[in-house]
């Protein structure tokens, strides 16, 4: 474990030295304090509850997965937000790490400025980014626009379906399921498949 800068905390878990020293290196040079870890267990050994302003996770680790650590923090009923990084995303990746309440599902690679930005989310708002957007009247708007198919095929983007597997389910091809995604996640104005189940689902939840 390494901890460096003078501001709000950030945890960073990846069993990848150079992405940890990457990641510590740029959140310290714009001000963050940083504490790095190589492991799940080892970040569960030193982390404090309410210390630290989000946890920026990799999924797949040997021992205690991205995943795993985010369900037994669940367990422990902590709220710290997690930004999940990953070179092997897939939807069913995403789908799981959003329904348990992640903030973001960051593919590799990325910009830097994503990442800050992302992080500075977390430090002010505490709660996924599309939990503040669903507030807008347009969210609705965007929904309806759907067509029948679209709707269909993004309810099962939602469960976690690959698009093999929805293409079997609809009787269509990958390549028609891929050009209804695309079209999905542009009416809803959504950049990556995390995005568009955090829209879905907080569009979803009773208010």
């Known amino acids: 474990m390494s901890a460096t800068g003078t501001g709000g905390l950030v945890y960073v878990v990846d069993d990848d030295e150079a992405i940890r020293d990457s990641l510590g290196w740029l959140l310290?040079?714009?001000?963050?304090?940083?504490?790095t870890?190589?492991?799940?267990?080892?970040?569960?050994?030193?982390?404090?509850?309410?210390?630290?302003?989000c946890l920026v996770l990799d999924v797949r680790m040997p021992g205690v997965s991205g995943l795993e650590l985010q369900q037994e923090l669940n367990r422990r009923?902590?709220?710290l937000p997690i930004i999940f990084?990953?070179?092997?995303g897939d939807v069913p990746m995403a789908v799981n790490a959003v329904k348990s309440g992640a903030f973001h599902f960051l593919e590799k690679p990325f910009k830097d400025a994503q990442l800050v930005a992302l992080i500075e989310q977390a430090a002010k708002l505490g709660k996924p980014p599309a939990e503040e957007r669903i507030q807008g009247p347009c969210v609705a708007a965007r929904l309806a626009s759907l067509?029948?198919?679209?709707?269909?095929?993004i309810d099962r983007v939602v469960q976690g379906l690959k698009n093999r597997e929805i293409a079997d389910q609809l009787g269509i091809s990958v390549k028609t399921v891929e050009a209804h995604r695309a079209r999905v996640m542009e009416k809803m104005s959504v950049g990556s498949v995390a995005e568009l189940v955090q829209v879905t689902l907080a569009a979803q939840r009773p208010r």
């Not at 310290?28 to 504490?35: D, E, L």
């Open 28 to 35: 310290a040079s714009i001000g963050y304090r940083v504490a």
């Open 37 to 53: 870890y190589s492991t799940a267990e080892q970040f569960l050994e030193g982390y404090k509850p309410g210390a630290a302003s």
């Open 85 to 88: 990084i990953t070179g092997h």
């Open 77 to 79: 009923g902590e709220t």
């Open 147 to 153: 067509t029948q198919r679209e709707r269909e095929v």
